[in-house]
């Protein structure tokens, strides 16, 4: 059993990329850091002897990552305790999670954080697939208070290089379609995000962006969805909201029921028919 105020790395495993996911402090030593500057998927790195300095966070319960769940993260959790939040410390710490090879998320393609912590993306208006996917992935497995912009197409570039926002799904732009992979593909392999999960969430929707329904019997019903979606939203963030339900549900199907069926029975229970 976990220690008291602990939580274990396969409770925790569960809940990321979920709409319950903790927020995640990662209060790893700056040399710690250095040796392996990847983290748990929508971790935030923080001080964790100025808590107080932390940019305001989402009242989700609390869970801090040092790099073995001694005393920096331990020390973390009961501080935030002290403060009024649910915390807890992650057993074994980063170095049982690496050990495990559950998830950790590459930095070097994310864009700088604006002053309150957070990246910026931005993209072309009216959403249909890959530019809610995308969204969906940054917010439950990479930053989950991530600021999504929607503006037209030829204004992009010069939004990204006024806010410090990385484009996407956009021609020309780093995260965009490269031959026959969508934006959605491309964002796992730089973040460094595979999960069987993840990966069959991928097909569905390279095969609903790409006019390729061969690829997924589920990628015909992906593009219905978002069409309609789309026809239903006139508000971007609206839509973006309402695909964000439609994603964390396609996500724990490919996770948890793939295997489970459906139908009509044909007969009341204990009658012959």
Known sequence: MPAPDAITADKLSRLIGTARAPVILDVRSDEDFAA????????????????????????????????????????????????????????????????????????????????????????????????????????????PRAVILFVSPSEVEGVADRYNAAPFDIEGAFFSHRGELCSFDIMLAEFGLSLPALDRLATIVRGADTARLDLAPEAAGLLAVSLGLSRIHADDMEQLEAGMLVYDAFYRWARDATGETHNWPSAKAGVTP
């Open 36 to 143: 392996d500057p990847r983290l748990l998927p929508g971790a935030i790195r923080a001080d964790d002897s100025a808590l107080a300095d932390l940019p305001p966070l989402p009242a989700s319960p609390i869970i801090a990552v040092c790099q073995a769940g001694h005393h920096r993260s331990q020390g973390a959790a009961a501080w935030l305790r002290a403060e009024g939040r649910s915390a807890e410390y992650l057993e074994g710490g980063f170095a049982d999670w690496r050990e495990i090879g559950f998830p950790l998320i590459s930095l070097g393609a994310l864009p700088p954080r604006d002053p309150q912590g957070r990246t910026v993306w931005v993209t072309r208006a009216r959403p249909k697939i890959d530019r809610i996917a995308c969204p969906w992935l940054i917010r439950r497995f990479v930053d």
